[in-house]
């Protein structure tokens, strides 16, 4: 039995990954309703946004007293905001905090090795909360 067959009777919805020119994996995902591209980052605790799209994806925040870093970037401000739905393909989760800060460094080297740039980052937060399986092979992830 192949790994989609198991997970799938198992119960869990899978979601086409499409890999980018800087070897990241990238998804489609729907915060509050609202659809964004969003890099698949085992490494990044939680799920982020840039601070450019806090309107965009209707996002309640209030400033952090956490420091972001990561991605050659250390020390950046933050804000918290509580309380999102987000959906992945069929997946969905309510009540999710999500870190807003500037991601432009983000975008910045996708854009210097010819990738498009992305709304955000989805963490290890939600990748744990559905119980992620990477199916590597076959780009997808597994989520329950």
Known sequence: MSLPSYLSKKGYQKKKM???KT????????????KGKFIIDTG???TCIDKE???HFKLISEDSDTKAAGAGATDM???LAKDNSLRIG?????????????????NEALTNHNSKPVHGIIGAD?????KAVID?????????
């Open 44 to 46: 990044a605790s939680n």
């Open 77 to 79: 401000k933050t804000q």
């Open 18 to 20: 499409n890999l980018t």
């Open 23 to 34: 070897n990241h994996f990238k998804v489609t995902a729907h915060i509050n309703g609202i």
């Open 126 to 130: 939600i990748l744990k909360k559905g």
């Open 53 to 55: 799209l806090i309107e």
């Open 136 to 144: 590597y092979k076959s780009n997808l992830l597994f989520l329950k």
């Open 90 to 106: 069929k997946w969905k989760s309510k009540k999710n905090s999500i870190i807003v800060f500037d991601l432009s460094h983000v």
